[in-house]
T-cell receptor, first 113, second 114 residues
Framework: GNSVTQMEGPVTLSEEAFLTINCTYTATGYPSLFWYVQYPGEGLQLLLKATKADDKGSNKGFEATYRKETTSFHLEKGSVQVSDSAVYFCALSGGAGSYQLTFGKGTKLSVIP | GAGVSQTPSNKVTEKGKYVELRCDPISGHTALYWYRQSLGQGPEFLIYFQGTGAADDSGLPNDRFFAVRPEGSVSTLKIQRTERGDSAVYLC????????????FGPGTRLTVT
């Protein structure tokens, strides 16, 4: 079945530091890949997505590239802000006619001034 | 416009009781999904509906869990004979149709079984 493995947290960075959160996946077929974010006290929000190999999703300074050869979708941001503190989830859907999302365990990011 | 809403936001119940959790999707969204999120984990799929029918219920953990969507809009997740292990945040999401790439999540219902 489908599965997602993402970097264990928590991650603590200073403001303006570079962020990478690793994500790898296992799926049959050609899944779509997502990063969701959960800010403190809020619901899950879609951060970015990519639907086919070599696509790059981007939003709010975050980027991730769909790498089929390494089955990865790492999240990056060049300069994090305190407001980026949240829990980040890598997820996939589709791949074998399944439309539900399969999530990783989440990575908690704390950015300190 | 209005997002996905879920009621109640919090529910505390005693072991063995029956509970109902409600989800109101975004208007016009035909697909509706239920997930369960335990502390420190990612959401896990339970069931999804396309219209009124359950298209995939493979994530329901056992026959104490049941969900309906009789008119293709609001959905109710029903849990019989609750157990302490059912304690979690229950999330609902909707999308324009099954297979649409973006699912919009509600704020969740935190269920605590004492």
């Amino acid at each position: 079945g489908n599965s997602v493995t993402q970097m264990e947290g928590p991650v603590t960075l200073s403001e303006e530091a570079f962020l990478t959160i690793n994500c790898t996946y296992t799926a049959t077929g050609y899944p779509s890949l997502f990063w969701y974010v959960q800010y403190p006290g809020e619901g899950l929000q879609l951060l970015l997505k990519a639907t086919k190999a070599d696509d790059k999703g981007s939003n709010k300074g975050f980027e991730a590239t769909y790498r089929k050869e390494t089955t990865s979708f790492h999240l990056e941001k060049g300069s994090v802000q305190v407001s980026d503190s949240a829990v980040y989830f890598c997820a996939l859907s589709g791949g074998a006619g399944s439309y539900q999302l399969t999530f990783g365990k989440g990575t908690k990011l704390s950015v300190i001034p | 416009g209005a997002g996905v809403s879920q009621t109640p936001s919090n529910k505390v119940t005693e072991k063995g009781k029956y509970v109902e959790l409600r989800c109101d999707p975004i208007s016009g969204h035909t697909a509706l999904y239920w997930y369960r999120q335990s502390l420190g984990q990612g959401p896990e799929f339970l069931i999804y509906f396309q219209g009124t029918g359950a298209a995939d219920d493979s994530g329901l953990p056992n026959d104490r869990f049941f969900a309906v969507r009789p008119e293709g809009s609001v959905s109710t997740l029903k849990i019989q004979r609750t157990e302490r292990g059912d304690s979690a945040v229950y999330l609902c999401a909707s999308s324009l149709f099954a297979g649409a790439n973006e699912q919009y999540f509600g704020p969740g219902t935190r269920l605590t079984v004492t």
